[in-house]
């Protein structure tokens, strides 16, 4: 886990020189005022109608920040910081986030005696950081040796910290360790004593392991490849945009290094029995990392924000890498339902896996997905209500907004929270709503980010607009903090707003809301069952369903007309809506997200650990002889390729089987307390051609889709043909797209599937891609038709989902039982059945089988798996097709 990431180097927002008064600013711009460069103010929206008299389309214009900014001081918090502790005086001071920590602090000297105050309050005496300033030998000495102490971060994310901390006072989290960064940087502290101290300190009084990387490698890792490249793609801000930095890598070293130190870490304090959680975007090779060192490591890994559809994901360059890294953790969760699809979807197309709903088949494991959203601490934010400070706050606003409205929002000052969108649209919203001017205030905390300031301008500029048009002595529309306020003023202007405004433009939850509506109970002074308006755009949006205002931030027509909703909505409905969006609120806390990650995790990891082939015993001869010789009605469903005989290439026809293969099987049908069914995926004509020397042996063709009984002459049409006469011209249409562009490809038709052989393609690698984007979609075209398509080696199999071996295998038993007559029904027509197979689709048959031990129908059930997956089966054999036709021989010789 990251608990924090550190405090950064601070900027001084300089004040542009210009004020333009608006009634002047309609009649003579643009021509008076000097454009800027880099700045594009926003336009007013007009909804189609004119811009009203008085306001400015300010195109071009210098700008003045709004009245209410507050600039940020010019320091830098330095201090080691645990995870936040909420009730900290220092909680809310967030700091800017610097732009490299390369350089290192002044001597005290240079510092002057505000910065120097500031810096004693963050923990470390009498040293900053501006960034500003070079580094030098004298610099690090100084900072080496300067007293420190350890206080709390707030950066980070709180609503994990706050989730873990719940789990662990309730009791249901005994020992844990953090393992995080240091919130400064420490490339002065290498080699020290002090280091060692603080390391030493973190581990015996904490219980956490500081990660230390070069200052390089943090600020490469953080400021460049998180911030600039994957926060950006993850929330949609797509690399199509001439400003992207996607396709850019030259941070992607700094992104490895530092989740290789995080492994490191890991792997070394690792003892057998430990879950490892791995959390968000800024991690996610660590799973991978950690998993190539600890094979059988416990692995969650939790990704916080958006996953984005896989449009925008496949054009990271580095995606590959970072889907691998992700699937090295035996769980991955996402907070809600559409992000786990976007992955699953992402991994089938990028990485050539098979997805399921459930997960991700590797060639070699299983990895589960799921979607579990976060929640908040109820019961610390109570404790924190009851805090005077919150009351007095209360109390201050009550007074100073005094028969106003309040509309709330605290936000990130970054392109994706959408801070701009919601500007304009609460000035369309005043524009048209004459009554509500004088009467309605928008107080807006943001928070500094190390986004360009060009988003800054913009929103300053639309402050300033606001602001300029309907202000008075009295009165201020917009009340805008561009800084963070403390834990009490948060917490007392989320009970006294009368609305709480969300437009951002991605948003992974979004927790704000949620502390919200807790403290919407009217009680400490605070208001009732105030309105959300909150953008379909976030995680928590799909989760409230509907008693929200649910607005698309681009839509400002939409989002002006929800703000006067919000504020007109008739007593009665704020009711019913806040009741309904508090029960979903105080159902899905922070401890029990976690709670269920935890056991959620466990329980995936003993179910892939019993599948997994090493932990398989081998299948022994001297037990199975004895369970063959004890029954008396058997049943043996076999594979064919892989497992009775050695591959060959799929796509061409095999005139004869091995004799040898023939031999044991009409061995053991000499034995007429046998039943034996061979499956395959190959047409019924082949199989019959090729089995045409074994009497009384059935067949199971196409993997399900045809079946012939033993004895009989005659295939059985197991699918509809109908509906597969109907997916196979859409089906076409789509494989031969790809055929056009991937040379040296070619398209095999079956009866009930079709199959895409790339094998003999002219670039392999491009026609393996050509082959993931065709199976990704046929699967998204297609799914209504109930079939699908399945990424194998050099080929793509399309075929129905509702006829498979494990369809064929229940009707054979089935039928075996309705031929003992009508009074059997209770009776298993079979005391010994085995499975033998090596691919994917014999698992479900191996699953199959043994859950008919397991209830206790079929006395001796053997599934035996061939390949080195992870498995159903309950015994594996490793010496393939000749280990397969030794034992079958050995049970044809008994007697
Ligand atoms: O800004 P970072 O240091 O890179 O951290 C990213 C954000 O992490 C937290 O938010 C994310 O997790 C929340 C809880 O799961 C979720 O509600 C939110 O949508 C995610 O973005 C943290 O709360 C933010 O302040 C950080 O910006």
């Avoid at 989320?494 to 609305?499: P, T």
């Avoid at 704020?574 to 806390?589: A, F, M």
């Avoid at 709670?595 to 892939?608: A, H, K, P, T």
């Avoid at 039943?675 to 009384?696: A, H, K, Q």
Wanted: proline share 5%.
């Amino acid at each position: 886990t990251l608990p924090g990431t550190p405090p950064r180097g601070a900027r001084t927002e300089k004040a542009q020189p210009a004020l333009i008064k608006p009634e002047k600013a309609a009649e003579s711009a643009p021509s008076l005022f000097q454009p800027v460069a880099n700045i594009t103010p926003p336009h007013t929206p007009t909804e189609g109608q004119k811009p009203l008299t008085g306001f400015v389309n300010e195109d071009g214009l210098r700008v003045l920040p709004p009245l209410d900014t507050t600039t940020t001081a010019a320091t830098t918090a330095t201090g080691i910081r645990a995870p936040a502790d909420r009730s900290s005086p220092t909680w809310g001071g967030r700091l800017d986030q610097p732009m490299s920590r390369a350089s290192s602090p002044p001597p005290p000297s240079l510092i002057d005696a505000s910065l120097q105050h500031k810096a004693k309050e963050l923990g470390r005496q009498g040293v900053t950081q501006p960034s500003v300033l070079t580094r030098s030998e004298s610099h690090d000495r100084v900072f080496a040796q300067a007293d420190w102490k350890i206080v709390n971060a707030d950066q980070g994310n709180g609503g994990l910290r706050n989730a873990v901390e719940a789990a662990a006072r309730e009791g249901n989290l005994e020992e844990y360790t953090w393992v995080g960064t240091l919130g400064m940087p420490t490339d002065a502290l290498q080699g020290t004593q002090q280091l060692q101290d603080i390391e030493d300190k973190f581990a015996t009084e904490y219980d956490m392991l500081p990660v230390f990387c070069s200052d390089k490698d943090f600020d490469g890792h953080y400021s460049h490849y998180c911030k600039q490249i994957l926060w950006p793609v993850f929330h949609y801000q797509i690399p199509d945009n001439p400003k992207s930095k996607a396709y850019e890598d030259h941070s992607w070293k700094f992104y490895v290094n530092v989740n290789q130190a995080f492994a490191d870490k890991i792997v070394k304090n690792w003892k057998k029995g430990d879950t490892i959680w791995v959390h968000d975007y800024h991690l996610l090779l660590v799973p991978g990392m950690v998993r190539k060192k600890i094979p059988s490591a416990k692995i969650g890994f939790f990704l916080h924000v958006a996953f984005p559809s896989s449009e925008i994901f496949r054009c990271l360059a580095t995606r590959q890498q970072l889907l691998e890294g992700m699937v090295g953790a035996n769980l991955i969760g996402f907070h809600i339902h559409e992000y786990a699809r976007h992955f699953l979807q992402t991994c089938s197309r990028l990485l050539s896996a098979e997805a399921t709903p459930d997960g991700i088949q590797l060639e070699d494991r299983f990895v589960d997905v799921i979607n579990l959203p976060i929640g908040i601490d109820p019961v610390s934010l109570s404790l924190h209500r009851e805090e005077p400070e919150v009351q007095k706050w209360i109390d201050t606003m009550r007074e100073r907004y005094a028969g106003k409205k309040l509309i709330v929002a605290r936000d990130k000052l970054d392109h994706v929270r959408g801070v701009r969108q919601k500007l304009l649209s609460y000035e369309l919203f005043l524009n048209r709503n004459p009554e509500w001017r004088g009467q309605v205030v928008l107080i807006q905390v943001a928070l500094s980010t190390s986004e360009k300031s060009e988003l800054d301008a913009a929103v300053s500029d639309i402050v300033t607009r606001v602001n300029s048009l309907w202000a008075n002595l009295a009165y201020q529309p917009v009340v805008y903090l561009k800084q963070d306020i403390d834990y009490a003023q948060y917490l007392a202007l989320l009970s006294i707003a009368d609305a709480l405004m969300i437009t951002s433009q991605r948003e992974g939850m979004n927790l704000t809301s949620h502390e919200y509506l807790f403290c919407q109970d009217g009680k400490f002074g605070g208001k009732k069952h105030g309105s959300l308006i909150l953008s379909e755009f976030t995680g928590t949006a799909s989760m409230f369903n509907g008693g929200d205002l649910s607005v698309n931030p681009w839509d400002y027509n939409q989002c002006a007309r929800a703000i006067k909703q919000a504020l007109e909505m008739e007593e009665e409905e704020k009711t019913r809506r806040w009741e309904q969006l508090s029960k979903q609120v105080n159902s899905h806390t922070g401890s029990t997200w976690f709670m269920n990650l935890m056991s959620r995790l466990d329980r995936v990891y003993d179910e892939q650990l019993r599948q997994d082939q090493t932990s398989v015993p081998r299948l022994s001869i001297g037990p199975l002889t004895q369970q063959y010789k004890r029954s008396q009605r058997r049943l043996m469903i076999l594979d064919y390729e892989g497992t009775l005989v050695n591959w060959g290439p799929v796509n061409k026809i095999i005139p004869v089987s091995p004799q040898r293969t023939l031999d044991v099987l009409n061995d053991l049908l000499l034995d007429d307390r046998n039943t034996i069914y061979v499956m395959s995926g190959r047409r019924p004509e082949e199989l019959d051609r090729l089995f045409r020397r074994v009497s009384n042996l059935g067949l199971i063709a196409e993997n399900g889709c045809f079946l012939k009984d033993c004895g009989s002459n005659t295939w059985t049409e197991m699918a509809d043909s109908d509906q597969i006469r109907s997916w196979k011209e859409s089906v076409k249409g789509i494989l031969t797209y790809y055929l056009e562009r991937t040379p040296g490809a070619e398209i095999e038709e079956r009866r009930c599937s079709l199959i895409f052989h790339y094998k003999s393609a002219e670039d392999y690698e491009s026609a393996m891609r050509q082959a993931t984007d065709c199976a990704s979609h046929i699967n998204d075209a297609c799914e209504e038709q109930r079939v699908h398509a399945i990424p194998l080696d050099g080929c793509v199999l399309v075929e129905p989902i509702d006829w498979t071996k494990t369809t064929a295998a229940q009707r054979i038993f089935s039928d075996l039982r309705s031929h003992m007559g009508p009074d059997a029904t209770h009776i298993s027509p079979v005391d010994f059945l085995m499975v033998v197979g090596d691919g994917r689709e014999d698992e479900k048959v191996f699953k199959w089988a043994n859950s008919l031990h397991e209830d206790g129908t079929v006395h001796e059930v053997v599934t035996v798996s061939l390949g080195d997956r992870n498995t159903e089966a309950k015994a594996t054999l490793t010496q393939g097709v000749s280990g397969v036709l030794l034992t079958l021989q050995k049970l044809a010789q008994i007697a």
